[in-house]
């Protein structure tokens, strides 16, 4: 710790007492998260209470020029909450209260922390849902400062869409709010956007304000199993081109089945397999399941079992939520290097089936899996980190994968975000775009304190 980052941590105590801590168990659990790249703890860790306490945090760092990195559950998969300059870690966990919940108008309005799965349950009480959902339980905040996408976005749009406005503290300590509860807006920049997919680097989301969705009348969930990857691919882009309006279609190829059934005792045939669900009335959703079967079949699909009851719902999506834990559990000790590419939806085939070529070359453990309703799809290979030749061998399989991806028109990212581990690619991908990313980070954030390291090099 520098001398300035040491003056900042006396600070801090003396004014936010138990909130800050410099113990190194504390610093070590934020200086990673679930990707495979080295971790680098932060020198100091707060945990504020309220939007006052942040402002009070940055408003320090900016005087001493000491960097900020906003954490939320780490469990992002770029390296975002990698503190690789030091600093500070402002960890939301006490920032967790569902502020405001609005039946009427559909919204809602959350602290940063509040985690996905505990926001589930509160607006379920008003039969009420929030869709964004990446698997796991990421805090609100997290999602947003990332782009979060998921399972449902095929249907709902990624959290890009969902987020009405948000309070902002900016680099100096200043709050802003980017807008209010109207479902559209003119007026001027369209600051939402800016700082949605933004990881940090340009503020600290404090507060946020959610569109929310009626849970729907009846939700059908449904599995189909194919006897080729491209086949089930097949089935995803007729169904899509056809208009049929999945809530969910997920695909788990036939190493990510085998680590299913492995990792949980599921007795999944060992096969290319569809998860899928469908949202509305009773007739709507019998109506879609029967037009995907339909599609299905045509392309050698072993029939649909589906199900609308709950705990039957839950046990045919097991194997698509246990997917990336059952996957580390392969290969103990090792870390999945997982890519997330998106590819516009008729190149999604080709964009599959050069991947699963790539990887069945490889020495690694590896499977594709993902949300392939809208064209993304994942790549993940576990690997030894601390192995240069398999860490060499993953980089050149994922910069093969965004290579395709790109030549294609897709992104190197549909949901992961940049952090630190897609710099490169970002450059690859968008040019002197990133420029205007830059011109923009330094207008916000001169004296780069904002997560520096991440998106792109200064």
């Excluded at 960097?67 to 600093?87: K, M, Q, R």
């Excluded at 001027?188 to 969705?213: A, M, N």
């Excluded at 009626?214 to 899509?240: K, L, M, Q, S, Y």
């Excluded at 993940?380 to 192995?387: I, K, R």
Aim: hydrophobic share 40%.
């Amino acid at each position: 710790m520098d001398t300035q980052t040491a003056r900042v941590a006396e600070e801090l105590k003396a004014s936010l007492g138990r909130k800050v801590t410099t113990s190194t168990s504390a610093l070590d659990l934020h200086g990673r998260d679930e990707s495979a790249y080295p971790p680098h703890p932060p020198d100091i860790v707060v945990t504020p209470g309220s939007i006052e306490d942040v402002q009070a945090v940055v408003r320090l760092c900016d005087r001493f020029e000491v960097p900020v990195i906003p954490y939320g559950a780490g469990t992002s998969l770029e390296g975002h909450v990698h503190a690789v300059t030091g600093g500070v870690c402002i960890d939301m966990i006490a920032m967790t209260r569902v502020l405001r919940v609005s039946a009427e108008d559909l919204d809602c309005t959350v602290e940063p922390g509040v985690s996905r799965l505990e926001l589930e349950k509160v607006l379920a009480r008003d039969g009420l849902f929030f869709p964004t959902d990446p698997g796991a339980d990421a805090t609100i905040g997290g999602m947003a400062a990332t782009r979060a996408s998921g399972t449902n976005a095929v249907r709902y749009g990624t959290i890009r869409d969902l987020v009405l406005s948000m309070k902002v503290v900016l680099p100096d300590g200043s709050l802003i709010s980017t807008g209010g509860r109207a479902r559209k807006s003119s007026a001027g920049y369209d600051l939402t956007r800016l700082f949605i997919g933004s990881e940090g680097t340009l503020g600290v989301i404090v507060e946020l304000t959610l569109k929310l969705f009626g849970i729907p009348e009846t939700i059908a969930a449904a599995v189909c199993r194919f006897p080729t990857v491209d086949t089930a691919v097949a089935t995803v882009i007729a169904a899509v081109q056809l208009g049929i309006p999945m809530a969910r279609i997920e695909l788990l190829d036939t190493s990510a089945i085998e680590a299913v059934n492995a990792h949980s005792g599921i007795e999944a045939e060992v096969t290319p397999t569809l998860f899928l669900e469908f949202h509305g009335s009773p007739a709507g959703v019998e109506d879609q399941a029967l037009r995907l079967a339909e599609v299905a079949d045509e392309n050698g699909g072993a029939g649909l079992e589906w199900a609308t009851d709950l705990s039957e719902r839950n046990r045919l999506w097991r194997a698509r939520h246990q997917a990336y834990y059952a996957a580390l559990a392969m290969r103990p000790g090792s870390k999945a290097y997982s890519s997330d590419v998106c590819v516009p939806i008729s190149a999604l085939a080709d964009g599959i089936h050069a991947a699963a070529a790539d990887l069945e070359s490889s020495s690694l453990p590896s499977m594709v899996f993902g949300h392939v309703g809208d064209g993304n799809f994942h790549t993940l290979v576990l690997v030894d980190p601390e192995d240069p030749a398999e860490m060499d061998e993953v980089k050149g399989l994922t910069g093969r994968l965004v290579e395709r991806a790109l030549a294609a028109g897709g992104t190197c990212t549909g949901e992961h975000g940049i952090g630190t581990g897609k710099i490169g690619y970002l450059e690859a991908e968008l040019g002197p775009a990133v420029d205007v990313m830059r011109q923009l980070k330094r207008a916000i954030d001169p004296k780069n304190i904002m997560n520096p390291g991440k998106i792109f090099a200064l």
